[in-house]
């Protein structure tokens, strides 16, 4: 059963997809779940929701403001603040409602969501336990030379009064996009057949927001159960920058595969799938 909600988010209303176990009475843990860069909550989301209500867990996945069902302006444009505070809203929302365990509540993101789900465990003591699965660490070097031009032209354009401008997510290699390789332009396509508020672009001052992003002090202060899925060949979220970030934290479990940012979905799917339902039936 999916219910439909609604949060609030630094006063924008966001929409939230609830999935819940079927027949129960008893109090139950649950996941937030959230989308990567520029994504919706019907992007591979709906996967692993779906698994995990087997094992009787319920998932709260949302839309970040600006994107999907949620409200908010400028349309697709990321705000890494406004990010924060849905989860927490989130977590009011599962802590407040009589049908969930306000004591057994996890999280899960993959790429920029699971970036964010380090640093909301951080600085939440309700978050009992992480799912981070390509985590978003901080920008690939050698994509910020390629779009700061573009940035900053924006950035001119604002300031004198024009609309500004947009970006596309995904692109083919050798397009210009905010992601362009490892498979981005086939996943793109592939994950938003039953996403009909997908849309492919973000403004660009969302990019001067990734810019300055960075997750690896938080997940630094991580005391509470974490497992990290990694994909070897990732250029979007290189593996080494994530090991980098987790090195030393205690209660840390590492998976890693061969593979790049996107193909790990595509090759890997079940597995992640079933690795997630694992851990949260096993942790919270």
């Not at 004198?160 to 401008?165: D, H, R």
């Not at 840390?252 to 949260?280: G, K, Q």
């Amino acid at each position: 059963m999916i219910e439909k909600i609604h949060l609030m988010a630094n006063e924008v209303k966001i929409a939230g997809d609830l999935y819940l176990p079927e027949g129960n009475r008893e109090k139950i843990p649950a996941v937030i779940m959230a989308p990567g860069f520029g994504g919706v909550k019907e992007m591979l989301i709906p996967h692993y929701a779906k698994v995990l209500l087997k094992k009787n867990i319920a998932t709260l996945a949302i839309d970040y403001p600006n994107f999907g069902e949620s409200e908010g302006n400028p349309r697709q444009h990321i705000d890494i603040k406004s990010h924060h505070t849905s989860y927490y809203s989130a977590l009011d929302y599962l802590s407040s409602d009589s049908r969930f365990d306000p004591k057994r509540l996890g999280i899960w993101g993959s790429s920029l969501s699971g970036g964010h789900s380090l640093v909301v465990a951080a600085t939440d003591h309700r978050v009992k336990s992480i799912f981070a699965i390509i985590p978003y660490i901080s920008p690939p070097l050698q994509a910020v030379p390629a779009l700061a031009g573009k940035v900053f032209l924006d950035l001119f354009l604002r300031k004198i009064g024009s609309k500004g401008g947009v970006l596309p997510i995904a692109g083919r290699p050798g397009e210009i996009a905010a992601m362009n390789t490892d498979g981005a332009w086939e996943w793109m396509l592939e994950m938003t057949s039953d996403a009909p508020t997908f849309k492919n672009y973000v403004t660009l001052a969302s990019l001067l927001q990734m810019t300055f992003y960075r997750t690896s002090s938080y997940a630094k202060k991580i005391q509470k159960p974490l497992k990290v899925i990694l994909a070897m060949e990732d250029s979007i979220t290189p593996a080494k920058l994530v090991k980098n970030a987790i090195k030393g934290i205690p209660n840390v479990v590492i998976e890693e595969y061969p593979e790049t940012h996107f193909e790990l979905f595509r090759e890997h799917l079940n597995t992640t799938i079933e690795s997630t339902a694992l851990w949260f039936s096993e942790t919270l």
